[in-house]
Protein backbone atom coordinates (compact mmCIF):
# COMPACT_ATOMS: atom_id res chain seq x y z
CA UNK A 1 0.00 0.00 0.00
CA UNK A 2 1.81 3.19 -1.48
CA UNK A 3 -0.59 6.17 -1.57
CA UNK A 4 -2.15 7.89 1.39
CA UNK A 5 -3.61 10.90 -0.91
CA UNK A 6 -5.31 13.40 0.98
CA UNK A 7 -4.99 14.57 4.32
CA UNK A 8 -4.72 12.42 7.51
CA UNK A 9 -8.00 12.67 9.89
CA UNK A 10 -6.98 13.99 13.90
CA UNK A 11 -8.32 11.98 16.74
CA UNK A 12 -8.90 14.08 19.49
CA UNK A 13 -8.16 12.81 22.76
CA UNK A 14 -11.20 10.74 23.98
CA UNK A 15 -11.81 8.65 21.07
CA UNK A 16 -10.76 5.50 20.46
CA UNK A 17 -10.19 3.41 17.11
CA UNK A 18 -10.46 -0.07 17.25
CA UNK A 19 -9.05 -1.27 13.57
CA UNK A 20 -9.89 -4.61 12.32
CA UNK A 21 -10.06 -6.27 8.80
CA UNK A 22 -12.64 -4.57 6.56
CA UNK A 23 -13.87 -2.76 10.16
CA UNK A 24 -13.42 0.70 11.68
CA UNK A 25 -15.07 0.95 14.74
CA UNK A 26 -15.12 4.97 16.81
CA UNK A 27 -15.78 5.39 20.17
CA UNK A 28 -16.66 8.56 21.85
CA UNK A 29 -18.23 10.62 23.89
CA UNK A 30 -21.83 11.11 21.55
CA UNK A 31 -21.63 7.17 21.50
CA UNK A 32 -19.90 4.16 19.01
CA UNK A 33 -19.90 4.06 14.80
CA UNK A 34 -19.00 1.29 13.10
CA UNK A 35 -18.46 1.08 9.53
CA UNK A 36 -17.32 -1.42 7.10
CA UNK A 37 -13.80 -0.75 4.99
CA UNK A 38 -13.05 -2.21 1.65
CA UNK A 39 -10.50 -4.89 1.85
CA UNK A 40 -8.10 -2.82 -0.87
CA UNK A 41 -8.20 0.31 1.21
CA UNK A 42 -5.90 0.23 4.51
CA UNK A 43 -6.77 2.05 7.33
CA UNK A 44 -3.67 3.01 9.75
CA UNK A 45 -3.89 4.91 13.54
CA UNK A 46 -0.72 6.52 13.73
CA UNK A 47 -0.06 8.47 16.94
CA UNK A 48 -2.90 11.45 17.24
CA UNK A 49 -4.01 9.94 13.41
CA UNK A 50 -5.71 8.02 11.11
CA UNK A 51 -3.95 7.35 7.66
CA UNK A 52 -5.73 6.13 4.79
CA UNK A 53 -3.90 3.98 2.02
CA UNK A 54 -4.66 2.58 -1.34
CA UNK A 55 -2.82 0.25 -3.31
CA UNK A 56 -2.51 2.21 -6.73
CA UNK A 57 -3.76 5.57 -8.37
CA UNK A 58 -6.31 3.37 -10.52
CA UNK A 59 -9.60 5.27 -10.49
CA UNK A 60 -11.97 2.56 -8.59
CA UNK A 61 -9.51 2.63 -5.61
CA UNK A 62 -8.90 6.24 -5.85
CA UNK A 63 -12.53 6.57 -5.76
CA UNK A 64 -13.04 3.82 -2.45
CA UNK A 65 -9.74 6.23 -0.94
CA UNK A 66 -11.76 9.26 -0.86
CA UNK A 67 -14.57 7.82 0.18
CA UNK A 68 -12.95 5.48 2.83
CA UNK A 69 -11.51 8.51 4.22
CA UNK A 70 -15.28 10.66 4.46
CA UNK A 71 -16.72 8.25 6.05
CA UNK A 72 -14.17 7.65 9.09
CA UNK A 73 -13.28 11.45 9.07
CA UNK A 74 -17.38 11.71 9.56
CA UNK A 75 -17.19 9.40 12.34
CA UNK A 76 -14.42 10.80 14.28
CA UNK A 77 -16.69 13.81 13.84
CA UNK A 78 -19.82 12.36 14.85
CA UNK A 79 -18.44 10.87 18.17
CA UNK A 80 -17.00 14.19 19.47
CA UNK A 81 -19.09 16.70 18.39
CA UNK A 82 -22.38 15.31 16.44
CA UNK A 83 -24.17 16.16 13.60
CA UNK A 84 -27.74 18.34 13.39
CA UNK A 85 -30.36 19.43 10.82
CA UNK A 86 -32.52 22.25 11.23
CA UNK A 87 -35.72 21.95 9.31
CA UNK A 88 -39.00 24.66 9.32
CA UNK A 89 -42.38 24.28 9.45
CA UNK A 90 -44.44 26.92 7.34
CA UNK A 91 -48.53 27.06 6.95
CA UNK A 92 -51.30 27.93 9.21
CA UNK A 93 -51.84 25.63 11.95
CA UNK A 94 -48.86 23.71 11.08
CA UNK A 95 -46.52 22.61 14.10
CA UNK A 96 -44.44 19.95 16.12
CA UNK A 97 -43.99 19.07 19.63
CA UNK A 98 -42.35 16.57 21.43
CA UNK A 99 -44.13 13.67 23.17
CA UNK A 100 -41.45 11.97 24.99
CA UNK A 101 -38.53 11.04 22.83
CA UNK A 102 -40.82 11.28 19.81
CA UNK A 103 -42.13 14.24 17.55
CA UNK A 104 -45.62 14.68 16.72
CA UNK A 105 -46.66 16.94 13.76
CA UNK A 106 -50.05 18.74 13.23
CA UNK A 107 -49.37 18.87 9.37
CA UNK A 108 -52.85 19.90 8.28
CA UNK A 109 -54.52 16.02 7.90
CA UNK A 110 -56.94 15.01 10.06
CA UNK A 111 -54.41 13.39 12.56
CA UNK A 112 -51.84 14.23 13.73
CA UNK A 113 -48.45 12.35 12.10
CA UNK A 114 -45.92 10.73 14.61
CA UNK A 115 -42.45 10.30 14.39
CA UNK A 116 -40.37 7.90 15.95
CA UNK A 117 -37.25 8.45 17.14
CA UNK A 118 -34.46 5.54 16.36
CA UNK A 119 -31.50 4.84 18.91
CA UNK A 120 -28.72 7.32 17.97
CA UNK A 121 -31.23 10.08 17.36
CA UNK A 122 -33.13 12.73 19.30
CA UNK A 123 -35.17 15.57 18.30
CA UNK A 124 -35.57 19.36 19.70
CA UNK A 125 -38.25 22.11 19.29
CA UNK A 126 -37.01 24.76 20.75
CA UNK A 127 -40.16 26.71 18.80
CA UNK A 128 -43.65 24.93 17.12
CA UNK A 129 -42.47 26.21 13.77
CA UNK A 130 -38.57 24.63 13.81
CA UNK A 131 -37.21 21.32 14.51
CA UNK A 132 -33.53 20.06 15.33
CA UNK A 133 -32.15 16.35 14.50
CA UNK A 134 -29.05 15.67 16.42
CA UNK A 135 -27.08 12.64 16.33
CA UNK A 136 -23.84 11.09 16.27
CA UNK A 137 -24.19 9.53 12.71
CA UNK A 138 -24.30 11.98 10.19
CA UNK A 139 -26.26 9.50 7.82
CA UNK A 140 -29.16 8.52 10.21
CA UNK A 141 -29.48 12.43 11.08
CA UNK A 142 -29.83 12.97 7.59
CA UNK A 143 -32.19 9.96 6.84
CA UNK A 144 -34.21 11.76 9.61
CA UNK A 145 -34.64 14.99 8.30
CA UNK A 146 -35.50 13.61 5.27
CA UNK A 147 -38.62 11.51 6.32
CA UNK A 148 -39.91 14.53 8.34
CA UNK A 149 -39.36 16.40 5.34
CA UNK A 150 -41.08 14.15 3.22
CA UNK A 151 -44.24 14.29 5.97
CA UNK A 152 -45.39 17.41 3.94
CA UNK A 153 -42.52 18.65 1.50
CA UNK A 154 -42.97 22.44 0.32
CA UNK A 155 -45.41 22.92 -2.17
CA UNK A 156 -44.24 25.66 -4.86
CA UNK A 157 -48.07 28.15 -4.93
CA UNK A 158 -48.30 29.17 -1.16
CA UNK A 159 -44.81 27.66 0.19
CA UNK A 160 -46.57 25.37 2.77
CA UNK A 161 -44.76 22.47 4.44
CA UNK A 162 -41.95 21.14 5.85
CA UNK A 163 -38.53 22.38 4.61
CA UNK A 164 -34.66 22.41 5.64
CA UNK A 165 -33.52 25.61 7.34
CA UNK A 166 -32.37 27.97 4.42
CA UNK A 167 -34.05 25.96 1.85
CA UNK A 168 -35.04 27.51 -1.45
CA UNK A 169 -38.64 26.59 -2.69
CA UNK A 170 -39.53 27.93 -6.19
CA UNK A 171 -42.62 29.38 -6.22
CA UNK A 172 -45.51 29.27 -9.11
CA UNK A 173 -47.90 31.80 -9.90
CA UNK A 174 -51.43 30.64 -9.51
CA UNK A 175 -54.41 30.41 -12.19
CA UNK A 176 -55.21 33.92 -13.51
CA UNK A 177 -58.73 35.00 -13.87
Do not use: W
Not at 14 to 19: C, E, H, K, P
Not at 85 to 102: F, N, P, T
Request: charged share 30%.
Amino acid sequence: MSRIGKQPIPVPSGVTIAIEPERVTVNGPKGELTERVPREIEVEHVGEELLVRRPTDRGEHRALHGLTRTLVANMVQGVTDGFEKRLEIQGVGYRAQLRGRDLELALGYSHPVAVKAPDGIEFEVPQPTRIVVRGASKQQVGEMAALIRKQRKPEPYKGKGIRYEGEYVARKVGKRA
